[in-house]
């Protein structure tokens, strides 16, 4: 019997409001409702005071001392008192609120309190009491429920349908693997979930538990993975190899042996039938856009039109001087589509690019819009791809026949979010960078001593040095963070000028004035940019060899990575200076982190462990899924495990063995809902 066809309604006691209740809680068959795991357990083995921990709960056995009181107070409330002896000391316990415990105190019998310490007072708020005989040492399960349902109606409710359908729970994980990994069966892992006798059975239940989760999960990405490999959907972009290489030769430096390894690995990709979903990974700097330019141009080279998508305006001028410098002599051409264009100039572009007379678009996410249709596109790059949702990707991605996407990041991946969040993707490492590069000096100091700051880049300046200051995000006030950019600004002005130019750079600037400013910048021009985090990511003005950033406590150390990235992108020594008063340890650390270490990798790999995945990558865009057990940072060693099973058994194809049946009927069920999973 598949327990996914029986629905909770038929168990004795849920009639239509209790059925409707359960199902607010996302429960409507037996097997939803048998693995709704406890969310946290509750210790309930009996301990000695010698461990109370002030503030934390605790269960103390003793002998009830004196007759429970009940007294009221303020409106409706009331407090109930008894003392119990515990190890020879008067304890007092507190309930507030259910006065009727008050039977269950009865002197000289024994009794059990759960509840919190007070060390101070020597006392108990009491949140539960056992009676005599039930004061046995036991775990507690503890459900996430709502107003519409209990803990014990679920309690209850999860017993019988154990006590009806155990017998029907199939274990889904082939049994090669419960063996090799020593874990139970899922009947097994049901009850140790929801009804441990010991902390070895629960611990072993919740083992399994997240394995089994990890694993079916795992098994949804291969299944996408393969999928997009066998059928044969993709674009067969059959570029001009001569002409690519020539262009290569052509360019002003020669490409690192990263750079031309991720090139053959993305132009192999494209020059085959099957559809290409690949990450270019590689640090701040280490030359992605080079790469992405000659995808781009052997899809033409095809046949196709190509894409890039970038965050933010400034990256998407920026990509687009770039690409018309190198491609226009070759009369290729490109145009930008971003939201400040008028209607006119848009429609004109947009008008351009369906009829298939732009060969190279760049945009933002304006590219998106259901105005901007392509003639022929083949190739799509997004840019930062973590800075966009899921959705925007997907939608790009509708745009054409099944275009190829190469998406690129420079956030060094955890190996979380490798077989997480870009598991169904193929992965293109940058892992050298230019030739030249010297490493950026980092130096952490506090507000006190900014003055040290003002002399560090007055001596720079005289150097022919050029210097980005950052201010910080105050709030999420776009006018306050502009405020303290512009005192920032005045105050180098004040140092400064006239001989040395500032600029003040910030969101809320229109569009033309922004890249006015970088141009300026990047021309130098201007040898302060005094700039709000609109710099962030990508900018690239190679000159540029000291970064000052304020506040820095107040941003996350893979953003401070991207923001110091900003320099050391050319030969110059450069130097990054963080002002911080970090109030906490971890906040100390962090800085220490930084000034010790360049390698991206290792601060993302921090990161994650300080702040979370969703933080680090932008919450709900991270593309983590939602797990329910397993914590994929917590518990990377067993998503890992879970992730190299999952691989081998479709690399050879062992679905079809018969120990693998229960599974492969689970899943054929389950695909629908993860192939939505981009
Ligand atoms: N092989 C190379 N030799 C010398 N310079 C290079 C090479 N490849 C790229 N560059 C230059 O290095 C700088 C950084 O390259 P690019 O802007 O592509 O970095 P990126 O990987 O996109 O970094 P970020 O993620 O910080 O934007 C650019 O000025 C680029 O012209």
């Excluded at 019988?160 to 889904?172: E, L, P, R």
């Excluded at 959705?391 to 190829?404: A, F, I, S, V, Y």
Aim: proline share 3%; hydrophobic share 40%.
């Amino acid at each position: 019997m598949d327990l996914r066809t029986v629905s909770v309604s038929t168990l004795p006691g849920v009639g239509t409001k209790r059925f409707e209740a359960i199902k607010s809680l996302g429960i409507e068959n037996i097997y939803d409702l048998l693995f709704y795991f406890p969310f946290r357990y509750e210790d309930m083995e009996v301990k000695s005071l010698d461990d109370a921990i002030d503030q934390e709960k605790i269960l103390l056995k003793g002998i009830v001392a004196s007759d429970p009181v009940v007294a009221r107070f303020g409106y409706k409330k009331n407090r109930l008192n008894v003392r119990i002896m515990v190890e020879n000391e008067s304890i007092m316990v507190t309930f507030f609120n259910q006065p009727w415990l008050k039977d269950k105190f009865i002197t000289g019998n024994e009794v059990a309190v759960y509840g919190k310490w007070n060390e101070n007072r020597r006392a108990i708020t009491g949140m539960k009491v056992l009676g005599d005989g039930h004061a046995q040492d036991s775990i507690d399960s503890v459900y996430s429920v709502n107003k519409n349902i209990h803990q014990k109606t679920l309690v209850n409710l999860i017993k019988v349908a154990f006590d009806k359908y155990s017998d029907q729970i199939k274990t889904v994980i082939p049994e090669s693997l419960i063996e090799k990994y020593h874990l139970m069966n899922d009947r097994d892992m049901v009850l140790g979930m929801h009804f441990p006798k010991t902390d070895e059975q629960n611990e072993l239940a919740r083992r399994s538990a997240k394995f089994r989760e990890f694993f079916l999960f795992e098994c949804g990405i291969q299944n996408m993975k393969s999928r997009d490999k066998k059928a044969h959907v993709g674009l067969l972009e059959k570029y001009d190899k001569e002409y690519i290489d020539k262009f290569i030769s052509g360019l002003p430096f020669e490409l690192t042996k990263a750079q031309t390894r991720v090139t053959a690995e993305i132009l192999a990709d494209m020059n085959s039938s099957h559809h290409m979903n690949r990450l270019l990974q590689g640090d701040v700097g280490s030359g992605k856009t080079i790469v992405a330019i000659i995808a781009m141009l052997a899809s033409v080279t095809a046949g196709y039109q190509a894409a890039i998508m970038a965050p933010t305006e400034i990256l998407a001028q920026q990509h687009f001087d770039k690409i018309g410098k190198l491609l226009s002599p070759l009369k290729i051409r490109t145009s930008i589509l971003t939201g400040s264009q008028t209607k006119k100039e848009h429609d004109t572009i947009a008008q351009n690019i369906r009829e298939g007379k732009t060969n190279i678009i760049v945009g933002t996410h304006a590219l998106i819009q259901d105005s901007v249709q392509f003639k022929d596109l083949g190739l799509i790059v997004i840019d930062e791809q973590h800075r966009f949702g899921v959705n925007q990707r997907k939608n790009l991605r509708e745009k054409g026949n099944n275009p190829d996407v190469l998406a690129m990041t420079a956030t060094p991946i955890p190996r979380t979010l490798a077989i997480t969040a870009y598991g169904d993707m193929d992965v293109s490492r940058i892992d050298e960078l230019p030739a030249g590069r010297k490493k950026i000096e980092t130096y952490w100091i506090r507000s006190t001593k900014i003055e040290q700051m003002y002399r560090f880049v007055t001596k720079e300046l005289a150097k022919k040095a050029q210097v980005y200051v950052v201010t910080p995000l105050i709030s999420e006030s776009e006018k306050i963070d502009l405020k303290n950019a512009e005192l920032i600004f005045d105050k180098f002005n004040e140092l400064f000028a006239p001989k040395y130019k500032i600029g003040l750079l910030h969101g809320q600037m229109p569009n033309d004035q922004k890249e006015d400013v970088m141009n300026q910048f990047s021309h130098q021009k201007i040898d302060v940019l005094v700039s709000t985090t609109v710099i962030e990511v990508g900018v690239d003005v190679p000159n540029a060899s000291v970064m000052v950033i304020y506040d820095a406590n107040r941003f996350g150390l893979s953003q401070l990575h991207q923001l110091r990235g900003r320099v050391g992108r050319g030969e110059k020594q450069s130097y990054c200076i963080l002002i911080a008063d970090p109030k906490n340890e971890t906040a100390l650390e962090r800085m220490k982190i930084l000034t010790s270490t360049n390698d991206g990798f290792v601060l993302a790999e921090e990161d994650l462990k300080m702040r979370g995945a969703g933080d680090v990558l932008g919450s709900r865009q991270s593309g983590l899924p939602d797990f329910k057990v397993g914590d994929p940072i917590a518990d990377i060693n067993i998503l890992e495990t879970a992730q190299i099973e999952a691989e081998a058994l479709f690399k050879n194809d062992a679905m079809a063995k018969p120990e693998n049946k229960v599974l492969k009927s689970f899943l054929n069920d389950e695909f629908e809902q993860l192939n939505n999973f981009d």
